[in-house]
Structure formats: C-alpha cells, structure tokens
C-alpha cells in the first residue's frame, strides 16, 4: 500500500505539471515533472527490498532498475548533469530489456 501511495502521489504530480510548474519543498523550488521522478524513485526504492524479502526475485530486480533510473533523471535535472540524464535513461532502457528477456522464461 505504501508503495502505492507513493507511485499515485508521484502519477499526480505529473498531471498537475500543466497548471502547477514549481513546487516549494523545504525552501527549495523544485519543477513538479523533477519531483515527480524523485518520488517514483522512492516508491521503486521502498518497493525493491519489500519484494526481494518476500521472494520475489524479479519484481525486487524490477523495483530496483526503476529506483536506480529514475533516481538518475531526478538527480540529473536536480544537478544539471547530461551525463546522468543519459545515465538514468540508459538503465530505465536496459531495465525494460532485461524485464522483457525475463518475462519470456515466465511462460
């Protein structure tokens, strides 16, 4: 449920970017799109271990390429960094990749 919630309030931020472009948190100004991702990064991050421990091997792995890629679009925009644009968008691809691969052994 948590995760959940988390992934929902990231999925709001998103659609409220049109009308709503910057987001005051803790005396920052933050784009709404950049929170966004940073947010779904934590639902993913949370979401990682909860199913690795519960012995879900490919759902953990899935949550964890997600936290660490969108973790990277979030610190990309947040530091200015093309490097970790591109870095972020590289493992959320590889991520989609492997998640592909895998699920064809599934049937």
Do not use: C, D, N
């Not at 987001?23 to 639902?43: A, D, K, W």
């Not at 490097?83 to 895998?102: D, N, Q, Y």
């Amino acid at each position: 449920m948590v995760v959940g919630t988390i992934v929902g309030i990231a999925g709001l931020l998103l659609f409220l970017q049109p009308s709503v472009r910057v987001i005051e948190l803790f005396g920052v100004r933050i784009p709404t799109f950049v929170l966004s991702s940073g947010v779904l990064s934590l639902g993913f991050a949370v979401g990682a271990p909860a199913y690795l421990r519960r012995g879900y091997w490919l759902r953990g792995v899935a949550h964890a390429i997600g936290a660490v890629g969108f973790g990277g679009l979030f610190f990309a925009a947040g530091f200015g960094s093309l490097l970790l644009l591109w870095a972020g968008l590289a493992v959320i691809i590889g991520g989609v990749l492997f998640l592909a691969a895998e699920s064809r052994k599934l049937e």
